[in-house]
T-cell receptor
Framework: DADVTQTPRNRITKTGKRIMLECSQT?????MYWYRQDPGLGLRLIYY???????NKGEISDGYSVSRQAQAKFSLSLESAIPNQTALYFC??????????FGEGSRLTVL | GENVEQHPSTLSVQEGDSAVIKCTYS??????FPWYKQELGKRPQLIID?????GEKKDQRIAVTLNKTAKHFSLHITETQPEDSAVYFC?????????????FGTGTLLAVQP
């Protein structure tokens, strides 16, 4: 089945370390997104990309960067992780008609 | 920017009762209003959506209503069952260009008591 795959699924790291979360999809969608989920705050948009040459900041982009290596791959980087970046991160894809398809999530803990 | 408020944050109902979750939004150009369900430890998944040219949409036990004048939309679940227990998120999508992305509400934890 076509899907959205995130790696790693769980990661524990220390303050100041560089972290990369990767997302790949076999759905053939042009649009890819990174969201962050925190209890009581819902899903907040970090970055989104409508095609390989298009990168846009979302609501909470500070402290994060992204790379769209190919239509099927969209990675999220934390250059110098800090404890308040501890969260559940979701990658999602879409076609622009509306529905988003989420990956299984990457749980990041920054000590 | 676009703001979406969702209420209540938690909701507990008895099995068989109805549940209603409401969202309000700020951008009058919003034209798409989906609802996602996230079961414990799982990814969010779309359960129903409505576009701005429609006032109500139903799918078995779930329905969504939209009031564009008041800028609010609601999710209605009838005859609730234990498997309806989950976190529900509303979202809105702007009319195009730089606003063509989904902004989510803060979520409602629904607990259906057997």
């Amino acid at each position: 089945d076509a899907d959205v795959t995130q790696t790693p699924r769980n990661r524990i790291t220390k303050t100041g370390k560089r972290i990369m979360l990767e997302c790949s999809q076999t759905k053939g969608h042009d649009r890819m997104y990174w969201y962050r989920q925190d209890p009581g705050l819902g899903l907040r948009l970090i970055y989104y990309s409508f095609d390989v040459k298009d990168i846009n900041k979302g609501e909470i982009s500070d402290g994060y960067s992204v790379s769209r290596q190919a239509q099927a791959k969209f990675s999220l980087s934390l250059e110098s992780a800090i404890p308040n970046q501890t969260a559940l991160y979701f990658c999602a894809t879409g076609t622009g008609t509306g529905e988003l398809f989420f990956g299984e999530g990457s749980r990041l803990t920054v000590l | 920017g676009e703001n979406v408020e969702q209420h209540p944050s938690t909701l507990s109902v008895q099995e068989g009762d109805s549940a209603v979750i409401k969202c309000t939004y700020s951008d009058s150009a919003s034209n798409y209003f989906p609802w996602y369900k996230q079961e414990l430890g799982k990814r969010p998944q779309l359960i129903i959506d409505i576009r701005s040219n429609v006032g109500e949409k139903k799918d078995q036990r779930i329905a969504v209503t939209l009031n564009k004048t008041a800028k609010h939309f609601s999710l209605h679940i009838t005859e609730t069952q234990p498997e309806d227990s989950a976190v529900y998120f509303c979202a809105t999508k702007g009319g195009g260009g730089a606003t063509n992305k989904l902004i989510f509400g803060t979520g409602t934890l629904l607990a259906v008591q057997p």
